[in-house]
């Protein structure tokens, strides 16, 4: 049985399974149109328990970044309409590596966390399977990679990631759950907001006192559309200081399109910018996108002239000190699970990044992504080391990597690498 047809008889027992709806046609197809898709798009959003990167406006914001710099990437989206309602969409994109066409989550490396948009019920599962099997039976690319794939992300249950998929990365997101006040593991603060530690606790007070000995601190939400666009060019500014600082690289910061991708959705109303200013001027900046109670933290900068006083740390605490005036319900750091954003955690969602050969030439771009990459990110970090500016030599930024829980790879699929 072909991949096309395997896709097919996965749509019909899906239709199947419909209770008094098996008039209904499915039809499953790629696209490249994101204009038109918008209403049937929004629409599955606002039904499904749609995330950030995965929304509509998150795609058009990088398909125009992108296209105003002449990159060469073409929008792969795979959709299912059930009669006229859209039940499936996930969004890739094809991209050159080399001589290579891969797969790519739509927005990478700026889309953090790869996943599907599929309508609520017990149908998922198989629609699912019939996106994948498309995928599949098309083989337009070498392989598909995909990271940032959470364990609650609804393409984590396929079957193709558990019996095909080599994994590249493994990590965690740390996340503060305002919403329960139970600790859920070793690093968990119960409620991050007002149970901290005697000891942190005044250790945040010193900070407070020692930064208002420059001037009055405040702690302000940035609003309106214009004020967020020129937030967020601060944002990239200081992190673009902090990175040569550091002499570190960020694959997300330096991609050409990723400053205007980021403007973009600061205009929207859902992207909020928190400010901590000392004598009326910025010592630390948080932005990110709020959607359904979940705060999604993108970007997080500081001025250096006051990195003695641990302005980022103060932001994230005012921050969760005005959770529910803000609206967060849930303040997710995304992966890595650096120290910095376990410390205000109380519990963590267990991360994967994945590559799967698709066609002859795949398994040559699956090496690279399992050995060659990791082994590419620690050589440029020492070029940087070398040539921006003195300093130990800093762990490659994105890898994700923490060194207790190192495994040496196994080789067949599944492993960890």
């Known amino acids: 049985m072909s991949r096309a047809t395997e896709a097919t008889r996965i749509l019909q027992s899906a239709a199947d399974s419909l209770q008094g709806n098996h008039h209904l046609q499915h039809r499953i197809a790629v696209s490249q149109d994101l204009p038109g898709l918008f209403a049937a798009w929004t629409e599955l959003e606002a039904r499904a328990a749609a995330i950030a990167f995965q929304s509509h406006a998150w795609c058009s914001a990088w398909a125009a970044a992108v296209a105003g710099q002449r990159r060469s990437e073409t929008p792969y989206i795979v959709t299912i309409f059930e009669g006229e309602r859209l039940v499936l969409v996930w969004p890739l994109a094809v991209r050159w590596i080399g001589p290579f066409r891969v797969l790519v989550s739509f927005g990478d490396p700026a889309t953090q966390c790869s996943d599907a948009l599929v309508e609520p019920g017990m149908r998922q599962g198989l629609l699912l399977e019939a ?75 010193r900070h407070l006192r020692n930064l208002a000995k420059h001037g009055p601190v405040t702690f302000e ?109 849930v303040l997710d750091f995304l992966a890595p699970a650096f120290p910095h954003k376990c410390e205000w955690s109380n519990g963590e969602t267990p991360v994967r990044d994945y590559v799967i050969p698709l066609r002859p030439g795949g398994h040559a771009i699956t090496l690279y992504f399992r050995h060659i990459r990791p082994r590419l990110k620690v050589l440029l970090v020492r070029w940087y080391r070398t040539n921006t500016g003195p300093g130990a030599a800093p762990k490659p930024a994105g890898t994700g990597l923490r060194s207790r829980r190192s495994r040496r790879p196994r080789s067949r699929p599944g492993a960890v690498q």
Do not use: C
């Not at 083989?139 to 558990?162: C, Q, T």
């Open 221 to 329: 939400m940035i609003d309106g559309p214009a004020a967020r666009v020129a937030a967020i060019r601060e944002v990239l500014e200081l992190k673009r200081a902090w990175i040569i600082r550091k002499a570190q690289f960020s694959a997300g910061y330096s991609h050409p399109a990723n400053a205007g991708f980021l403007q973009t959705l600061a205009a929207r109303e859902d992207f909020i910018i928190a400010r901590l200013a000392v004598a009326g001027k910025t010592a630390a900046l948080e932005a990110g996108v709020l959607r359904g109670g979940r705060y999604w933290s993108l970007a997080q900068s500081y001025d250096a002239r006051y990195a003695l006083h641990g302005p980022g740390r103060l932001l994230i605490w005012h921050m969760i000190q005005r959770a529910a005036s803000l609206g967060v319900e």
């Open 131 to 205: 996106a994948w099997a498309e995928v599949a039976a098309r083989r337009n690319a070498h392989a598909l990679f995909i990271k940032g794939v959470r364990s609650d992300a609804a393409i984590a249950g396929m079957a193709v990631l558990r019996d095909d998929a080599w994994v590249t990365r493994v990590d965690a997101a740390p996340f503060a759950d305002f919403r329960s006040r139970a600790q859920t593991g070793p690093t968990s603060q119960t409620g991050p907001a007002g149970a901290r530690s005697g000891r942190s606790r005044n250790a945040l007070q």
